[in-house]
């Protein structure tokens, strides 16, 4: 009957009954001022945050402890012993702290006392000291939520629920777990997580029950704990104070208690309203930089690697472009002689000026070295896209198989968008202009220069009638004429040259050469072995006379070259044209042949100038040069050209249309302006 009126009073009195002494009930959904907190004894780092509605036992202060005791003792009655019981239910979290050892725990306690404040500091959840651990005068009974493994009292773990009776050896301990009723299994749970945690622990028949479960989990059916227990052994006096314990020492966290309900009888115990329960403040995360900076950090990362991708992109790009060919379908065929302009731009130390050979108005010449190959020279022409390349790249490589011992060997070419290389040998002699027209070098003897001239005539004769096509190479002249280290002849630079099937002509090819190589006919008629012919005519006579076509720093009537060696033969001595570094020694027989030769090449009627053929059996004396006057028709004219420097070359346009100005590519910047170029008729006419 008592019984049921308590029950309807718990029922219209709200939250709290303090029905009788021996009665003792209450419930806190939370600490806040809606609750009596005034029945709590508070000491240490406890305290109540009525903001938070949380019972705080410790903060983050090191060596301490906290105890929040309900004031008034929970009594056990008169009673016989088996009919002492109680039951609680509380909420509890512990949070650890980032970056920081934390542990150590909270106890749920029954002490006679209910100031504990002489407990040690460290490791004693603030139950015990080291006298009073262990005596049966302490009068403690603790459940242990234990996050930190001590040796000294044989913890099993640094998170394990334990309990102790008159000290922290506990009685009985395990690992923090749960039943859970749905899986039928035991579930860990970690305490010292920051999540919170329920707790019911009941005493009834002696035996002492510990249950725990995750917050939002009902009362699992099987206990954590379940011991027995002689109360009234632990407290004689039948009665003792209820409450919690906790302390820091060394490691810390913040440790609450949520709810808390407590009653003698388990069916009295007021459930929690779990949802009203307080939220758990967590520690601010920037109190660790690392991760506050974090996404500032992986944004620099990316920032980087993005900063990296586009440098190593345009490295790429600038690669790409720098080292960048033009290569079409057609080109497949000539593979093996296709240089990559990579590999070229390595051998010659990306066109080092220091390894200059030479420059004109074509382009320049670079000496490289090829790993297996060893020295070339590398000529360096400008094209433009839409000009014939396909019928010029096919002509180079055939010029590649060309074979003849006095043609420098063609080794290979590179295009490049405006721009094609054409790989030869590099000799190691240079070019002829540089020992006739220089002093740079020593003077070639005149068994040399006949030597050489010979075996031009006869490289030249091969190119228009030896090769399968008719090869006219357009551009001899001395600079053109290479030796090698014994001073042997070579022809090279092809970066003119054109191919015609024999009995065909190139009258539409436009007129290019060098003046003073050029025969007067080219604007007219165009190229043909002819004009060959007056190249090689010219370059006879420069190699003889040791000077240029054309050098507007003689006197007027030296001037021209072909005009002045007809004067001198006019006169009756030929050989006064040779050159004078020669100091005597030649061969007079020899010499007029040449010179007379050179006239007949440089005459300016085309039909009048023998082919190579007639050339190379005249200049080896094979045959006799036929008896011809310096009067001859055709003569010793010259191709008078108003210019200030001899080597300039120029290219004119097709000769479809003849009338059209030439155009001028000077050999150097600073040349004086090309400004006619007219066939000046001489005294032989
Ligand atoms: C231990 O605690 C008891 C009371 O709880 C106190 O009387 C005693 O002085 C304490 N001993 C030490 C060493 O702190
Ligand atoms: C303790 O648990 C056992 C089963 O493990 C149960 O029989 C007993 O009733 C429980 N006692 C209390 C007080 O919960
Ligand atoms: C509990 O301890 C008390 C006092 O030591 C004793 O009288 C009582 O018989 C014990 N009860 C049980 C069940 O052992
Ligand atoms: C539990 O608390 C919530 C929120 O405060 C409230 O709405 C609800 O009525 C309470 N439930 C009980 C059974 O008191």
Known sequence: MAQSFHLLLLFFVNLICFSSQQDLSFVFDGFDHQYPTDNLYLDGLARIQNSDRLLQLTDVTTMGMGHAFFKRPFDFGSVSSQSVSFSTHFVCALVPKPGVPSGHGIAFVLSSSRDLREADQVGSLGLLNRSTDGSPSSHILAVELDTAQSAEFEDIDNNHVGIDVNSLHSVESASASYYSDIKRKKKSLKLLSGDPIQVWIGYKDSLLNVTLAPLRNQKPSKPLLSRSINLTEIFPDRKAFVGFSASTGTLISNQYILGWSFSRSGVLLRRLNISNLPTVPRFPKKTSPSLALLPLLIALLVLLALIGMAVLGGVYLYRRKKYAEVKEPWEKEYGPLRYSYKSLYKATRGFNRDGRLGKGGFGEVYKGTLPLLGDIAVKRLSHDAEQGITQFVAEVVTMGSLQHKNLVPLLGYCRRKGELLLVSKYMEGGSVDQYVFHDDKPALSWSQRIAILRDIASTLCYLHTGATQVVLHRDIKASNVMLNRNLQGFLGDFGMARFHDHGTNLSATAAVGTIGYMAPELTSNGTSTKTDVYAFGAFMLEVTCGRR???????????????????????????????????????PEEVEIVLKLGLRC??????????????????????????????????????????????????????????SPPSVSPSSADNSTFISHTIIYGDGR
């Not at 070259?561 to 009756?572: F, M, P, Q």
């Not at 005459?603 to 007639?614: A, C, F, K, L, T």
């Not at 008896?627 to 001859?632: C, D, I, L, M, R």
């Not at 420097?645 to 009338?659: A, C, D, G, K």
Request: one cysteine or more; charged letters at 20%; hydrophobic letters at 35%.
């Open 549 to 587: 076509p054309f050098d507007p720093e003689m006197a007027v009537e030296k001037r021209h070259l072909v005009k002045w060696v007809c004067e001198c033969w006019k006169n009756g001595s030929l050989v006064d044209a040779i050159d004078t570094r020669l100091r005597g020694k030649f061969v």
């Open 602 to 659: 440089t005459s300016i009627v085309p039909e009048s100038r023998p082919n190579m053929e007639q050339v190379v059996q005249y200049i080896n004396s094979h045959q006799k040069l036929p008896e011809f006057s310096p009067k001859f028709p055709g003569i010793g004219v010259s191709t008078q050209v108003l210019m200030g420097v001899p080597s300039l070359e120029i290219t004119f346009s097709p000769v479809t249309s003849s009338v």
